[in-house]
């Protein structure tokens, strides 16, 4: 049995986007505030909305990189879970990612659902709603995520398959770069 999670995105914001994750019973897990006009992605995910306990950080490694890396750490035990890469100009038709363990080995990919729907989205219609699936070494699925279409509301259900060997964390992370980043674009 898969588990599932959704991860809402403020759509009308100026100054900050507010990032609200919840579990399959609609438990708030996990809150986030991003500030607007940042050079350097420094994403920190809190248990709620109080920001006193954080869960997890996302940390991008250089200023503005199209093939930008973001480290993610479990906050409290102050471990690297993995890493994300954005394939840049691989992202220019079909986003693309790289999913890496804490020694940045790759062990995955993160795919949009195929190049005819990006180019749509791109070309034609960013009302078309995003779809992307983690793949393992062997190309198998473990986990997906897709946007629910609602213009004012962005919600990413992210579900991650039994046999997904990776931290429910770094899928989650995965999530909030795919809100934040690839939904910024649009």
């Given at each position: 049995m898969s588990k599932e999670y959704l991860i809402r995105r403020q759509v009308f914001s100026l100054l900050n986007?507010?990032?609200?994750?919840?579990?399959?019973?609609?438990?708030?897990?996990?809150?986030?505030?991003?500030?607007?006009?940042?050079?350097?992605?420094?994403?920190?995910?809190?248990?709620?909305?109080?920001?006193?306990?954080e869960r997890m950080s996302i940390q991008a490694r250089s200023i503005i990189d199209f093939s930008a890396a973001y480290d993610v750490y479990e906050s409290k035990k102050n471990k690297k879970l993995g890493a994300l890469k954005r394939k840049g100009w691989a992202s220019m038709l079909r986003d693309s990612w790289i999913l890496?363990?804490?020694?940045?080995?790759?062990?995955g990919k993160i795919q949009e659902d195929s190049m005819l729907m990006a180019t749509l989205r791109r070309f034609l219609s960013a009302l078309i709603p995003q779809s992307f699936h983690l793949l393992d070494e062997n190309e198998n699925q473990?986990?997906?995520?897709?946007?629910?279409?609602?213009?004012?509301?962005?919600?990413l259900t992210v579900t991650v398959e039994d046999d997904c060997p990776h931290s429910p964390l770094l899928v989650l992370a995965a999530g909030i770069l795919l809100s934040a980043i690839e939904g910024r674009q649009r």
């Open positions: 986007t507010n990032f609200y994750i919840y579990d399959e019973d609609e438990k708030l897990i996990g809150y986030s505030r991003q500030k607007a006009f940042k050079l350097k992605e420094d994403i920190r995910i809190f248990t709620d909305e109080s920001m006193q306990d890496m363990d804490e020694n940045d080995e790759e062990i473990i986990a997906t995520f897709r946007q629910n279409f609602n213009p004012f509301v962005f919600k």
